[in-house]
């Protein structure tokens, strides 16, 4: 029976959906998985557009705007590494766990059969 009971509290964790599980942890304590994995993909993305502007920045020949760009690319990747080392002390939070301290727990039927008797 409780072989039973994980494999459907396994599957009832798998059924949030990413964008869920994003939103659950812009607003719940701790950082989740996949909003790790949305924020990598958000600092590659100004990764790119910096390059593109550095590119554009020494094709103008402008040593001021070059300078400028190259403190925003600092500035990204400053804050990119002092995040990842963040994470890498206080760990990634499961999307369930976020989930049971909002108080949004999806109640399987049979742990409520269990305490009301």
């Known amino acids: 029976m409780d072989q039973n009971h994980n494999s459907e509290s396994q599957s009832s964790s798998s059924e949030v959906s990413s964008a869920t599980a994003v939103f659950l942890g812009a607003l719940a304590p701790g950082v989740n998985g996949p909003t790790w994995n949305t924020l990598k993909s958000a600092f590659l993305m100004l990764g790119l557009c910096l390059a593109v502007m550095l590119g554009l920045a020494f ?59």
């Open 59 to 117: 094709s103008s020949s402008d040593s001021w705007l070059v300078f400028h760009v190259v403190f925003l690319v600092l500035i990204s990747v400053t804050l990119f590494l002092l995040l990842s080392w963040f994470l890498s002390e206080t760990g990634l939070v499961s999307v369930e766990h976020q989930m049971r301290e909002m108080g949004l727990e999806a109640k399987d039927p049979l742990e409520a059969n269990k305490k009301s008797e």
